[in-house]
């Protein structure tokens, strides 16, 4: 059993006064970081499959150890399910029976979205399961959607959903979202089924969680 968990402390008490500066910045650029290496191998894998199974893609990014990716695999049979995360650890305590449709990597997210990207491909659905929340607020530029590669994540389209324990996060990607011309709804979350790990800790812990969700667009991002 998870117990004892902490609640997010910050010294932030409101959405951040810069985000929308920053998210309009990062929107008139081109993000242009280099794709690490094993990143670019990770992708290759991921390239491979996707020519294979010819079905819709659904990613899961920061995926941990990939409870939450099998989740979703089982859900969407039909689907190639793809967890991402950079912890080769994390990923090595996955429990294993991957299922056909299912694909881990150990990749930077940043790095596989903007390969994505580059090749044209579009997402399903992209789940972003209690990303780290950075709560200090200098440290607005490493969350998501302060991050500058954020304007990927829009171009690959496809549904999303967000979850934190943090309602700030989930209110600032709400409004990154807006201002990238998606609408959704932020609510709390009525999971009882967990969906990764975390969830189970914070819930265990009782923790008020959140939820950001838009729904997939008709027509693909610009």
């Known amino acids: 059993m998870h117990t004892g968990s902490r609640t997010v402390s910050s010294n932030q008490s409101h959405v951040h006064p810069r985000l929308a500066r920053l998210v309009h910045r990062h929107l008139a650029s081109?993000?242009?970081r280099p794709v690490a290496g094993h990143s670019r191998d990770a992708y290759r894998l991921l390239s491979d499959r996707?020519?294979?199974a010819k079905t819709p893609l659904v990613l899961d990014s920061f995926c941990g150890t990939g409870?939450?990716?099998q989740q979703l695999a089982r859900?969407?049979?039909n689907f190639l399910v793809v967890g991402v995360d950079k912890s080769a650890s994390r990923l090595a305590r996955?429990?294993?029976d991957a299922g056909e449709n299912l694909l881990l990597l150990q990749a930077d997210c940043e790095d596989i979205w903007q390969q994505l990207v580059a090749d044209g491909h579009m997402l399903e659905h992209h789940y972003l399961f209690y990303p780290n929340p950075w709560p200090k607020a200098k440290h607005l530029q490493r969350r998501v959607h302060g991050h500058g590669s954020f304007p990927l994540l829009i171009k690959l389209g496809g549904a999303i959903t967000l979850r934190s324990n943090w309602q700030i996060y989930v209110e600032e990607f709400g409004l990154a979202m807006h201002l990238c011309g998606r609408q959704g709804v932020v609510s709390r979350v009525d999971a009882r089924q967990p969906i990764s790990l975390f969830e189970r800790k914070y819930?265990?812990?009782q923790h008020i969680l959140w939820q950001y969700h838009a729904a997939k667009l008709r027509d693909p991002a610009p």
Request: hydrophobic share 15%; aromatic share 12%; charged share 15%.
């Open 203 to 205: 819930q265990d812990s």
């Open 50 to 52: 996707l020519l294979q």
């Open 75 to 77: 859900r969407f049979p």
């Open 30 to 32: 081109t993000y242009r």
């Open 94 to 96: 996955h429990p294993g």
């Open 67 to 69: 409870h939450s990716t």
